[in-house]
């Protein structure tokens, strides 16, 4: 299994290889290492909603006897 393992590390670093080669892919390199503040603000905001309504789907959820929100977990994977 190891080996499988490093042969698709190996296979994605052919892909970023031929990144050099395409201009499309390096506009695409650099738009997102330009707007890296801004991404990882939008994930943090999405992370916190996502948190934040599963949590109140399992309290209101908790005492339901067939119920899907069983945890915070399976909440956050509904909000999803």
Known sequence: ???????????????????RYSSSLQT???TLQSSIT??????MFLLTGIVFFSTIMYYLEKDEQYTDFYS???????CV
Do not use: D, Q, T, Y
């Open 38 to 43: 801004e991404l990882s603000m939008l994930s």
């Open 28 to 30: 695409f390199g650099h």
């Open 1 to 19: 299994m190891l080996v499988v393992r490093v042969l698709r590390v190996l296979r994605m670093a052919r892909v970023f290889k031929l990144a």
């Open 72 to 78: 915070i977990p399976a909440g956050c994977w509904w």
